[in-house]
T-cell receptor
Framework: DQQVKQNSPSLSVQEGRISILNCDYT??????FLWYKKYPAEGPTFLIS?????DKNEDGRFTVFLNKSAKHLSLHIVPSQPGDSAVYFC?????????????FGPGTSLSVIP | GAVVSQHPSRVICKSGTSVKIECRSL??????MFWYRQFPKQSLMLMAT?????????EQGVEKDKFLINHASLTLSTLTVTSAHPEDSSFYIC???????????FGPGTRLTVL
């Protein structure tokens, strides 16, 4: 049973426009969420995170929104740049019940078209 | 951010041999390291959690006798794939946790190909 879902396997966006990557989760115990970016044949790199006590976190061009009641979060990238083309993984953890363990979604491949 | 290295980056071996992959935290002490496996076009699957000085905790379905994990120091964890078979071919990634419990730093990964 997939606890973290990213229902869009791929997304194409024009350079300069907004990229919106979506993520849904099923485990209500998750209290910390992270987004990672991954290039082929490389390890993932941390992008941005959000605690369940917040509904928005912003870092430069990246903003993560959390809707706890809907068990949904999204990553907004604006403006999108060709270098943003990569696979983006949504991840979640539940500190109280599974300290340290991070569960990853299947990823969304983002292509930013120049 | 903190740096985590993995060695080797690529390895090709014959079926039946054992392969050791090293994961090092270069500029911080990692009390906990994690080993992930990624199949093509799939997500990262946690294999095991490795705590320094103690036995690793394996996820359900991961054979502990097949994937031997040793975390001998605060900067080094090793994953040994024993008696490797072609179905073990995959991309193996480690991560290390620093004092911020939810911050993990990932290594660059090791591509294992078993012939």
């Amino acid at each position: 049973d997939q606890q973290v879902k990213q229902n869009s396997p791929s997304l194409s966006v024009q350079e300069g426009r907004i990229s919106i990557l979506n993520c849904d989760y099923t485990n209500s115990m998750f209290d910390y969420f992270l987004w990672y970016k991954k290039y082929p044949a490389e390890g993932p790199t941390f992008l941005i995170s959000i605690s369940s006590i917040k509904d928005k976190n912003e870092d430069g061009r990246f903003t993560v929104f959390l809707n706890k009641s809907a068990k949904h979060l999204s990553l907004h990238i604006v403006p999108s740049q060709p270098g943003d083309s990569a696979v983006y993984f949504c991840a979640a953890s539940a500190f109280e019940t599974s300290y340290d363990k991070v569960i990853f979604g299947p990823g969304t491949s983002l292509s930013v078209i120049p | 951010g903190a740096v985590v290295s993995q060695h080797p980056s690529r390895v090709i071996c014959k079926s039946g041999t054992s392969v050791k992959i090293e994961c090092r935290s270069l500029d911080f002490q990692a009390t906990t390291m994690f080993w992930y496996r990624q199949f093509p076009k799939q997500s990262l699957m946690l294999m095991a959690t490795s705590n320094e000085g103690s036995k690793a905790t394996y996820e359900q379905g991961v054979e502990k006798d097949k994937f031997l994990i040793n975390h001998a120091s605060l900067t080094l964890s090793t994953l040994t794939v024993t008696s490797a078979h072609p179905e073990d071919s995959s991309f193996y990634i480690c991560s290390a946790r620093n004092s911020n419990y939810n911050e993990q730093f990932f290594g660059p990964g090791t591509r294992l190909t078993v012939l």
